[in-house]
């Protein structure tokens, strides 16, 4: 089944840490893209990569960092410099251009 | 920058009847205008997406319109059904890729039995 994969679903984290939350899509998508969703607000861009080894940064960038070595995973770090990092964290994966989005299941992060 | 306004933030209808949900946005250039689905626990789903060269689209009990001169775009969804309730996300974008997507804040649809 292709699909796109996000882990782990539910994540607690101490002031101060770093979290990784986890993206992988086998849709051969060449884009993916990283959402940050709050209550009664629409979904934020964090940061996006239209091809491996490439990234830009969204609209809401400051205190998070990402990657993209391969095609299949674009995985998002939760910086301790991220002033209010509880959310709800969506993944995207899409072909070039504009066009259908594809998400994941989401990562909850809890900042304890 | 795009700004989009969605509204109501909550909609509750009963089951049978028609819901509307409006969006405004402020960039004239804007030519996408996708609406995604969100289930309890789960990501958005695209459900229906408009391009500025047509004023309505229908797919079964769905329909969005457009009105390009007022800005603004509504989505209709017809002979409501229970698994309809869901939050509802418009969004709009010159469609030069997804990175200019920028999404409304929301309706959270109940359907009532």
């Known amino acids: 089944d292709g699909g796109i994969t996000q882990s782990p679903k539910y994540l607690f984290r101490k002031e101060g840490q770093n979290v990784t939350l986890s993206c992988e899509q086998n849709l051969n998508h060449d884009a993916m893209y990283w959402y940050r969703q709050d209550p009664g607000q629409g979904l934020r861009l964090i940061y996006y990569?239209?091809?491996?080894?490439?990234?830009q940064k969204g609209d809401i960038a400051e205190g998070y960092s990402v990657s993209r070595e391969k095609k299949e995973s674009f995985p998002l770090t939760v910086t301790s410099a991220q002033k209010n990092p509880t959310a709800f964290y969506l993944c995207a994966s899409t072909f070039r251009g504009p066009g259908e989005l594809f998400f994941g299941e989401g990562s909850r992060l809890t900042v304890l | 920058g795009e700004n989009v306004e969605q509204h109501p933030s909550t909609l509750s209808v009963q089951e049978g009847d028609s819901a509307v949900i409006k969006c405004t946005y402020s960039d004239s250039a804007s030519n996408y205008f996708p609406w995604y689905k969100q289930e309890l626990g789960k990501g958005p789903q695209l459900i229906i997406d408009i391009r500025s060269n047509v004023g309505e689209k229908k797919d079964q009990r769905i329909a969005v319109t457009l009105n390009k001169t007022a800005k603004h775009f509504s989505l209709h969804i017809t002979e409501t059904q229970p698994e309809d309730s869901a939050v509802y996300f418009c969004?709009?974008?010159?469609?030069?890729?997804?990175?200019?997507?920028?999404f409304g804040t929301g309706t959270r649809l109940t359907i009532i039995p």
């Open positions: 969004a709009a974008s010159r469609a030069l890729g997804n990175e200019k997507l920028t």
């Open positions: 990569s239209q091809i491996v080894n490439d990234f």
